[in-house]
């Protein structure tokens, strides 16, 4: 257990650096300069993710709650949403990333939440309690960044990447109920 929460603390310990520590970023792009600020910011991001997902795997499975069986069918909803929405951070924006203005954070918040509603062990509580009170604080930071005017909203392209993100983010959905899930968590989302 010990382990998934240092994965975790490392993990979200780096993606916090601009709360925490506004000017480290800044004095590190230009220590380092912006290419290898990236470079080494995506190193120690990947070794936290890798220290964090052992973790999990490794802590033992100590069940805190019960969840009935329907939440299963809302998380796989919700889950549905969180890709479309987590497609339309990575496009252009349509209506869903210029309305949700931070469809990346949103995305994270509404996966953690699902996945809160279906695990009510333990490790399961932190990681993804962990996720979604990150993403709650990321996003008060940047609606206060924002208020400041160090933020500008993404502006709205068109509504065509709405529809692309609707297509990919189900057919993404769709992959992972169907195999992804189980290949790369080693749980089937849904059990038969």
């Known amino acids: 257990m010990a382990l998934l929460v240092l994965g975790i603390v490392l ?25 290898r600020w990236k470079g080494l910011y995506s190193l120690a991001s990947f070794a936290a993710l890798v220290v964090l997902v052992y973790g999990y795997a490794n802590a033992p499975i100590i069940d805190l709650y019960y969840p009935p069986v329907w939440t299963a069918h809302l998380t796989l909803t919700l889950m549905l949403l969180a890709m479309i929405v987590l497609v339309a951070s990575l496009l252009p924006a349509g209506h869903i990333a210029a309305r949700t203005k931070h469809p990346m954070v949103l ?12 695990n009510g062990d333990l490790r399961s509580v932190l990681l993804f309690g962990s996720f979604l009170a990150w993403g709650v604080v990321v996003r008060i930071s940047l609606k206060r960044r924002e208020r400041a005017g160090e933020l500008r909203p993404r502006p709205f392209v068109s509504a065509r990447y709405d529809l692309l993100a609707i297509v990919i983010g189900a057919i993404v959905w769709g992959l992972f109920i169907a195999r992804l899930h189980a290949l790369l968590i080693g749980v089937p989302p849904i059990v038969t």
Do not use: C, N, Y
């Not at 520590?21 to 380092?32: C, E, I, Q, S």
């Not at 995305?107 to 279906?118: E, G, P, R, Y």
């Open 107 to 118: 995305s994270v918040k509404i996966w953690a939440f699902a996945h809160l509603l279906a």
């Open 11 to 35: 993990f979200l310990g780096i993606h916090l650096t601009r709360i925490v520590a506004p000017g480290f970023r800044d004095a590190m792009v230009a220590k380092l300069g912006e290419q």
